[in-house]
């Protein structure tokens, strides 16, 4: 049998945000596992970042309309969902934005409108939101960008601050991944397989670097596995470490932290009595607690980062 091993990886073809990779030889019957795999990991474990967050002036829920505005609110929401962004870091990132009527004439109001910031990137800045057919429209709004992976539902909680409307992000930067398991030869061995995966990215990343990722991901979850097995039944006892004993042993409370008073509230309702206590927690969940909104969050994870207390 073929070694696992063996094989190469081509590029066949290449073009804007999209590409074809040729994995081979693969011993018969590896294509389709290898590509399972593969595309899993593509569709659903690639960070990126979304718009998780929209807030219009002078509007209080997306099921109404804006004076001029050619499209009502929810039309406007489900545009938002096709902008492609890129975010250089880990914590949130508010972007306004600004557009009046002209006399005589439709103005369009594009992605590429929102204020610049270092650390965001709109992908297709071109993409039409929609367009004020007023001279005295006005359209101004705040959309806040962050990163994870996947899909997440609407955060409904971000609703108690007036007039901000949750938005169901699709994170991640693939858009599709095709696989197709054909046959291939080395010498006079005929019966071995080769695997052809087609990426489709949104652009803030290449199909190159998602399969990089994709790679990187595997390779992390197989060492893991080869740790925690040796041959036969035997398996390896891996110490179990527990998530307080890695814990400061200095306790910061909330009053030593300086916390609003709507992020201490927010904590206690949820059962936590101080920063500690959130250590080894995951960021998603601490966004989904009852009471949370965005700006709370937001100086959650500045005070976390301050007093180095570390999420997951």
Same mark, same amino acid.
């Given at each position: 049998?073929?070694?696992? =091993?063996?094989?190469?990886?081509?590029?066949?073809?290449?073009?804007?945000? *999209?590409?074809?990779? &040729?994995?081979?030889?693969?011993?018969?019957?590896?294509?389709?596992?290898?590509?399972?795999?593969?595309? #899993?990991?593509?569709?659903?474990?690639?960070?990126?970042?979304?718009?998780?967050?929209?807030?219009? %002036?002078?509007?209080?829920?997306?099921?109404?309309?804006?004076?001029?505005?050619? %499209? %009502?609110?929810?039309?406007?929401?489900?545009?938002?969902?096709?902008?492609?962004?890129?975010?250089?870091? *880990?914590?949130?990132?508010?972007?306004?934005?600004?557009?009046?009527?002209?006399?005589?004439?439709? $103005?369009?109001?594009?992605?590429? %409108?929102?204020? +610049?910031? /270092?650390?965001?990137?709109?992908? =297709?800045?071109?993409?039409?939101?929609?367009?004020?057919?007023?001279?005295?429209?006005?359209?101004?709004?705040?959309?806040?960008? /962050?990163?994870? $992976?996947?899909?997440?539902?609407?955060?409904?909680?971000? &609703?108690?601050?007036?007039?901000?409307?949750?938005?169901?992000?699709?994170?991640?930067?693939?858009?599709?991944?095709?696989?197709?398991?054909?046959?291939? &030869?080395?010498?006079?061995?005929?019966?071995?397989?080769?695997?052809?995966? +087609?990426?489709?990215?949104?652009?803030?990343? *290449?199909?190159?670097?998602?399969?990089?990722?994709?790679?990187?991901?595997?390779?992390?979850?197989?060492?893991?596995?080869?740790?925690? *097995?040796?041959?036969?039944?035997?398996?390896?006892?891996?110490?179990?470490?527990?998530?307080?004993?890695?814990?400061?042993?200095?306790?910061?409370?909330?009053?030593?932290?300086?916390?609003?008073? &709507?992020?201490?509230?927010?904590?206690?309702?949820?059962?936590?009595?101080?920063?500690?206590?959130?250590?080894?927690?995951?960021?998603?969940?601490? #966004?989904?607690?009852?009471?949370?909104?965005?700006?709370?969050?937001?100086?959650?994870?500045?005070?976390? +980062?301050?007093?180095?207390?570390?999420?997951?």
């Amino acid at each position: 049998m073929l070694a696992t =091993n063996e094989f190469k990886i081509l590029i066949l073809e290449e073009g804007n945000n *999209t590409a074809t990779f &040729r994995i081979d030889p693969l011993p018969k019957g590896y294509a389709n596992t290898l590509g399972a795999v593969l595309r #899993r990991i593509l569709l659903s474990s690639i960070p990126g970042a979304g718009i998780v967050a929209i807030k219009v %002036d002078g509007i209080q829920h997306e099921y109404t309309t804006v004076a001029g505005l050619q %499209d %009502d609110v929810l039309s406007v929401v489900l545009n938002l969902k096709q902008v492609a962004v890129k975010l250089h870091g *880990t914590t949130p990132v508010i972007l306004a934005i600004s557009k009046k009527g002209k006399k005589g004439e439709s $103005v369009t109001i594009t992605a590429g %409108d929102f204020e +610049k910031n /270092a650390l965001v990137e709109i992908i =297709n800045p071109d993409f039409v939101l929609t367009t004020l057919a007023d001279e005295k429209a006005e359209f101004k709004a705040e959309i806040t960008i /962050a990163p994870g $992976v996947g899909y997440a539902l609407p955060n409904q909680s971000l &609703r108690e601050e007036v007039g901000v409307i949750p938005v169901d992000p699709v994170f991640t930067p693939v858009t599709l991944v095709a696989i197709e398991a054909k046959n291939t &030869r080395v010498g006079q061995q005929t019966d071995l397989d080769a695997l052809e995966v +087609k990426i489709n990215t949104n652009g803030a990343i *290449t199909p190159a670097e998602a399969m990089a990722k994709a790679a990187e991901i595997m390779h992390s979850m197989s060492s893991h596995l080869v740790m925690q *097995t040796v041959s036969g039944s035997d398996v390896v006892a891996a110490p179990k470490t527990s998530v307080k004993a890695a814990k400061s042993e200095k306790v910061v409370t909330f009053e030593e932290a300086e916390l609003s008073t &709507r992020l201490v509230n927010a904590l206690q309702n949820s059962g936590y009595n101080n920063l500690n206590d959130l250590e080894g927690l995951a960021e998603e969940e601490l #966004r989904n607690l009852k009471g949370m909104g965005e700006k709370s969050f937001i100086e959650l994870l500045e005070v976390l +980062k301050k007093h180095k207390i570390n999420l997951i």
